[in-house]
């Protein structure tokens, strides 16, 4: 091979191995947009709560960003001499990039910004001078708004499990007009959901924020309390006051009209949690037994049921319970 065509080789090498490198070098941390972050999880903080996670994040970004710095420093660096001695220095480029934490880091900052905005918390003064107004609509836009002026309806719906017989389910159903086909087919209860884009939904309208799928599959009831309990356990969606509903909590999801699945329950919930347990009971017979039963809501048909929660046997043999859905809920505080 003539000189000439080793010249154009080991052009044709270094330009291949540049390239190569170039897409491995560290990104330098100002040129590192903040990946979207939603402030819901932050909803329930106080404002002193929320001037220390920022506090906190920002303590973390400005060190993250130190590393960041160094590495896109240290990948130059390493570009401009491989550039002069060839491919040696172009493998120092294999450093430790923390683009994606510091982009996290940075929406972190922006959604604990926009919540206490929002709160209208001591440093939202100096916040909105900082952010844009157009940046600042954009993220308010996507918090659940509470509801606290008189012109806007609000149910406070309970909360805490009772016993409810046939009658009380009906003077419950009747209070807050809830539609169910076979105690108030006319009832027409007003939500205003708003979809979190974090896997919940919240309705303004109750103050209350809903899982958007639920469990995947049917579980006993004794199952549907472990669920909650992991939800819980590993702080899902940054909380850990998740709960089954109570039985007036679960029929404000309840609407006359069925959504294209046949469903009577806004299309923005997943459809596959078709019966869902409450937490709401009452003593009952079971064959010739008396049993614990708790009642559920069917979305398929719109109605309220009662199911047992443990197998019943007696002398005529015997009583079995049915799994049903869990779509959990917690209170917006």
């Known amino acids: 091979m003539g000189n000439k065509s080793k010249t154009v080789m080991?052009?044709?090498?270094?330009?291949?191995?540049?390239?190569?490198?170039?897409?491995?070098?560290a990104t330098s941390p100002d040129k590192i947009s903040a990946t979207y972050v939603s402030p819901v999880q932050y909803q329930g903080y106080t404002c002193n709560q929320i001037e220390q996670e920022l506090a906190r994040v920002e303590r973390k970004v400005f060190e993250v960003s130190g590393k960041?710095?160094?590495?896109?420093?240290?990948?130059?660096?390493?570009?401009?001499?491989?550039?002069?001695?060839?491919w040696p220095?172009?493998?120092?480029?294999?450093g430790e990039d923390r683009k994606d934490e510091l982009a996290r880091l940075k929406?972190?900052?922006e959604a604990l910004e926009c919540i206490a905005i929002q709160k209208?918390?001591?440093i939202a003064t100096a916040l909105q001078k900082k952010s844009s107004k157009e940046n600042v609509e954009k993220s308010l836009a996507s918090i659940p708004k509470e509801v606290t002026d008189d012109k806007?309806?609000?149910?406070?719906?309970?909360?805490?499990?009772?016993?409810?017989?046939?009658?009380?389910?009906?003077?419950?159903?009747?209070?807050?007009?809830?539609?169910?086909?076979?105690?108030?087919?006319?009832g027409n209860f007003s939500n205003d959901f708003v979809d979190n884009g974090d896997g919940t939904i919240t309705d303004r309208s109750t103050e209350l924020m809903w899982q958007k799928k639920?469990?995947?599959?049917?579980?006993?009831?004794?199952?549907?309390?472990?669920?909650?309990?992991?939800?819980?356990?590993v702080n899902y969606l940054a909380y850990n006051d998740w709960r089954i509903p109570t039985l007036e909590e679960l029929c404000s999801l309840l609407e006359c009209k069925v959504n294209k699945r046949g469903q009577h329950i806004s299309s923005l919930f997943e459809g596959t949690q078709s019966k869902c347990w409450s937490e709401d009971h009452f003593k009952g017979l079971a064959g010739s037994a008396i049993a614990l039963h708790h009642h559920i809501v069917n979305f398929t048909n719109g109605k309220t049921d009662e199911v047992i929660i443990e197998d019943i046997h007696d002398g005529d043999g015997i009583a079995q319970t049915l799994p049903h859905f869990v779509r959990t809920v917690r209170t917006i505080k």
């Open 120 to 122: 209208e918390c001591n």
């Open 152 to 186: 806007g309806y609000k149910a406070k719906l309970r909360h805490i499990p009772k016993e409810l017989l046939g009658s009380d389910v009906k003077e419950m159903v009747e209070e807050y007009n809830f539609f169910v086909k076979d105690l108030n087919e006319e």
């Open 214 to 233: 639920g469990s995947s599959s049917e579980l006993n009831y004794s199952q549907a309390k472990k669920y909650v309990a992991q939800l819980n356990e």
């Open 10 to 25: 080991k052009k044709a090498t270094i330009s291949f191995l540049i390239l190569a490198f170039l897409t491995g070098c």
């Open 68 to 86: 960041q710095k160094g590495e896109a420093d240290k990948d130059a660096a390493a570009m401009a001499i491989g550039l002069i001695l060839f």
């Open 89 to 94: 220095a172009l493998f120092f480029l294999a």
């Open 107 to 109: 929406g972190e900052i």
